[in-house]
C-alpha cells in the first residue's frame, strides 16, 4: 500500500473531510493580515483561520467581543488577497449572528461577498442550530466551534478547561454530532480533556481540529503570533513556541535605534 501523501494544489471543504478519510493531520493557523498570510500559505498550511482572536492579537482588546463584522471583513479580504492553497475561514463576530437566523445569513454574505473567504466559523452547538443551517442553505459552507468558545468568557468566567464533568461533555458530544448531521464540514474544539476530543472526532465524519484538545484529534490549529513568540504574556500549558520573536524583534528595534543615535545607520553603502 503506497503511504504518499497526496498532493493538493488547493485546500477545499471536500479535501479537509478526504484528509480525514486517508488519516492525513490537518494544519491550521490564524493569520489577520496580508503579509504573514502570504507566508503561511507559502509554508503549506492547510487552512487559514482569521480568528476574531485578531481582536486580542491585533487591536489589543482583551476580550473577542468587540470586534465587529467590518473589522473581521478587512482582516479577511488582505488574508484572501496573499494565498494561493489554503482554505481560508473567517470567524463571525459576537453579535453578528446570535440574535437570530436571518441575521446570521446576512453576516455570512457579507463575508463571503466582501472578502472572498471560503467558510465561517461560528461558536456554539444547538442554540445556533437554526442559524447554522440558514448558512448552510445558501451554500456557505460552516465550520462548528465547541468546547471553549471565547465569545461566551463572560458566561463562562474564566478561560479554564472547558467539560470536565459529565453533564457538559454530553452536551459536547450531543452538539457535535448535531453539527455534522446539519452539514458543518469541520469542528473547532476548544480547551477540552483530550480523551473526549478523541471520542468525538472517533464518532464523526467530519474533521476535529484542536486547541487545547489533545492529540487524537484530525488536525490542529495555533494562533499564529503565540506559535511565534511575538506575544509572551499569554502561556497557556497547550502552546508551543517554535521561536521567540519577541525577544529578537525587540533586540533587532533597539539595535535599530541605537544605530540611529550613533549615526550609524544608514552607513555610505546605504546612501544615493
Ligand atoms: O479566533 C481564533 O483564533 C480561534 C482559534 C483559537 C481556534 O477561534
Redesign the pocket.
Known amino acids: 500500500m503506497s503511504t504518499a501523501k497526496k498532493e493538493y494544489k488547493r485546500i477545499t471543504t471536500k479535501s479537509l473531510v478526504e484528509m480525514k478519510k486517508n488519516g492525513e493531520k490537518i494544519s491550521m493557523l490564524?493569520a489577520y493580515d496580508y503579509t504573514m498570510a502570504k507566508i503561511v500559505d507559502g509554508a503549506g498550511i492547510d487552512v487559514i483561520?482569521v480568528?476574531?482572536?485578531a481582536s486580542n492579537v491585533m487591536a489589543g482588546h482583551e476580550t473577542?467581543l468587540p470586534i465587529t463584522l467590518d473589522q473581521m471583513i478587512y482582516h479577511a479580504s488582505s488574508v484572501v488577497r496573499a494565498i494561493n492553497r489554503s482554505l481560508v475561514v473567517v470567524?463571525l463576530p459576537f453579535g453578528s449572528y446570535q440574535s437570530d437566523p436571518k441575521e446570521a445569513l446576512r453576516s455570512a454574505i457579507r463575508i463571503m461577498k466582501e472578502s472572498g473567504a471560503h467558510a465561517v466559523k461560528m461558536e456554539g452547538g444547538k442554540e445556533i442550530k437554526e442559524s447554522i443551517k440558514r448558512i448552510l442553505h445558501a451554500g456557505i459552507p460552516v465550520m462548528g466551534?465547541l468546547g471553549l468558545t471565547p465569545q461566551s468568557i463572560y458566561k463562562f468566567g474564566t478561560y479554564t478547561v472547558r467539560a470536565k464533568d459529565k453533564d457538559e461533555a454530553a452536551q459536547l458530544k450531543d452538539d457535535a454530532k448535531m453539527l455534522e448531521k446539519a452539514g458543518c464540514f469541520g469542528i473547532?474544539l476548544?480547551k477540552i480533556p483530550a480523551a473526549l476530543a478523541k471520542e468525538v472526532a472517533e464518532s464523526v465524519s467530519i474533521p476535529v481540529i484542536g486547541?487545547g484538545a489533545g492529540n487524537g484529534v484530525d488536525g490542529q490549529?495555533l494562533?499564529l503570533h503565540d506559535l511565534l513568540g511575538m506575544t509572551h504574556e499569554f502561556n497557556p500549558r497547550f502552546l508551543r513556541r517554535y521561536m521567540n520573536l519577541y525577544e529578537d524583534m525587540t533586540a533587532a528595534i533597539k539595535q535599530y535605534s541605537d544605530d540611529v543615535k550613533a549615526v550609524g545607520f544608514p552607513n555610505e553603502s546605504e546612501m544615493y
Request: net charge negative; charged share 25%; no cysteine.
Open positions: 490564524t483561520l480568528g476574531d482572536s473577542t470567524d466551534h473547532v476548544e486547541i490549529v494562533v
